[in-house]
């Protein structure tokens, strides 16, 4: 098939996978992804929640160019996100996110260590996007989804 007839959401995928095929780095992402996504709107919420809001409507947005069903499946896990944040005690969102974030992170680089890649969004940061993208594909395509 012709690179032109292919999806964007298709060639970012593609370029994303190309530093994620070891299996190991593979289900270390599928853990770790999800996580520095919750970190990161527990960060956001500590702020204020309209602004975890926020940043989830955006992402939501820019998922829904790329493709409606991701769309969807995203603002699935970012309500469940949030609403897990909402029953939190307000006092340990931060450690909670905070603490998160860091050991997610930690995930991340040892999964491209064991890869022997670095990590996509070195090269282009909208791979910090792709990357809850990536591990949604994995789901559906388990399921049989299309995306």
């Known amino acids: 098939m012709n690179v ?3 999806r964007r959401i298709d060639l970012l995928l593609a370029r994303y996978a190309e530093s994620h095929r070891h299996r190991v780095n593979e289900l270390i992402h599928c853990v ?3 996580a520095i996504v919750l970190s990161l709107l527990g960060l956001c919420w500590t702020v204020t929640p309209l602004l975890a809001i926020g940043l989830a409507a955006a992402s939501l ?9 991701f769309a969807v499946g995203m603002l699935v896990m970012a309500g469940a996100m949030l609403l897990i ?3 939190l005690p ?10 998160i974030f860091v050991v997610g992170w930690i995930g991340q680089f040892i999964g491209h260590k064991i ?3 670095k990590p996509s969004f070195f090269e282009d940061l909208r791979f910090l996007l792709i990357g809850p ?6 789901l559906y395509r388990r399921f049989h989804i299309r995306y």
């Open 4 to 6: 032109l007839t292919h």
């Open 32 to 34: 770790c992804v999800p």
């Open 61 to 69: 947005g820019y998922y829904l160019t790329l493709s409606p069903p």
């Open 85 to 87: 944040l909402s029953s």
């Open 90 to 99: 307000a006092g340990t969102v931060l450690p909670f996110s905070a603490a």
């Open 115 to 117: 890869e022997g890649k």
């Open 133 to 138: 993208l990536f591990v949604l594909s994995l």
